[in-house]
T-cell receptor, first 112, second 114 residues
């Protein structure tokens, strides 16, 4: 089944403890993105990648890192999480320019 | 910079009634336009998209959307709503720069009364 898989689905962590949210797609898509969803703010893009080793900042990149060493994987790294990064995170991928995204099921992160 | 506005935060309709969700965009050229649906506890699912051609676009689940360049709008419609359509709906516009990375609206929550 064609899908984007995120792990974990739920995560509670403490301020300052480094964490990684994994994202993998099995559709050979070129483009991958990370979004965060907050009530009343909709989806805001954190980082995106247009291909292996090609990444760029989205609208809210502060406090996040990404890497794209393989086409299928696009992990999101929080080096020192803070409570304002408590949010619902989505990974998404698409084949190319102008195509719609396929989204993962989301990761609900709570930083205390 | 592109932007997209969904003027209605919540919409309430009765089951079987027609539905129209509004989306207005701001962009200098012809944009890529998308509608997504998010059911509770799930990720977003693409309903339909538009870039060129026929301005009335058919999507999944019986939805359609009409692109109106003169009004900078891309409204989503459904002739008869089912209770299972209750969800959050997002309009998105793709910006240029080689990658057409989409910007999402803040969403419209659809409530369906029996």
């Amino acid at each position: 089944e064609a899908q984007v898989t995120q792990n974990p689905r739920y995560l509670i962590t403490v301020t300052g403890k480094k964490l990684t949210v994994t994202c993998s797609q099995n559709m050979n898509h070129e483009y991958m993105s990370w979004y965060r969803q907050d009530p009343g703010l909709g989806l805001r893009q954190i980082y995106y990648s247009m291909n292996v080793e090609v990444t760029d900042k989205g609208d809210v990149p502060e406090g996040y890192k990404v890497s794209r060493k393989e086409k299928r994987n696009f992990p999101l790294i929080l080096e020192s999480p803070s409570p304002n990064q408590t949010s619902l995170y989505f990974c998404a991928s698409r084949p190319g320019t102008g195509d719609g995204y396929t989204f993962g099921s989301g990761t609900r992160l709570t930083v205390v | 910079a592109q932007s997209v506005t969904q003027p209605d935060i919540h919409i309430t309709v009765s089951e079987g009634a027609s539905l129209e969700l509004r989306c207005n965009y701001s962009y200098g050229a012809t944009p890529y336009l998308f509608w997504y649906v998010q059911s509770p506890g799930q990720g977003l699912q693409l309903l339909l998209k538009y870039f060129s051609g026929d301005t009335l676009v058919q999507g999944i689940k019986g939805f359609e959307a009409e692109f109106k360049r003169s009004q900078s709008s891309f409204n989503l419609r459904k002739p008869s709503v089912h209770w299972s359509d209750a969800a959050e709906y997002f309009c998105a516009v793709g910006r240029s720069g080689g990658s057409y990375i989409p910007t999402f609206g803040r969403g419209t929550s659809l409530i369906v009364h029996p």
